[in-house]
Structures are given as C-alpha cells and as structure tokens.
C-alpha cells in the first residue's frame, strides 16, 4: 500500500497514542482519518494486536466494515461525554 508523505504523520502519531494505551483518543483520531488511513491502521492493529483492537473498539462484529465500526465507536464516546 502506497502512504504519502504527510500520512507518516498520522502513522506516527497513531503509533504513539497505541503505545501510550491512550485508546479512546486513537479511536477518535482513527476516525478522523480519510477512509483509506482510516482502514489501513484498523487492520493492522486488528492482526498485530488484537487485545488492544478490542479494548479500542469493544463492540466491533465480525464482517462489520472498518469505517462502521470507527464510526460506531465515536458516538459511543460523544455519547459518553454528553452524560
């Protein structure tokens, strides 16, 4: 997969907040992503860290698309900041 200059950005700093454990600010800034990053990082972490994909995205099903289960995870937080 091609990743253009200014995407080593947003992958570094994926990266970082995965390392930090900081997982509901990575599922935020996963899904402010374009849907092509967006993707790209979900799958990598869903198969080099599947523990941590779970505890970022706990209510993602098998055969959901990537982008739904981003998407589905951000009202869940907006919906948890609003309480």
Sequence with gaps: MMVL?????KLKEYKKLLKLKKYDKLAIYIVNLDTFLCEKIMVEIEKKNIKAFKKIFPN???GEYMRVIA???KKQLDNLDKL
Excluded: L, V
């Design 71 to 73: 998407h589905n995870r």
């Design 5 to 9: 200059n200014n995407d080593t950005e």
């Design 60 to 62: 993602a099903k098998c």
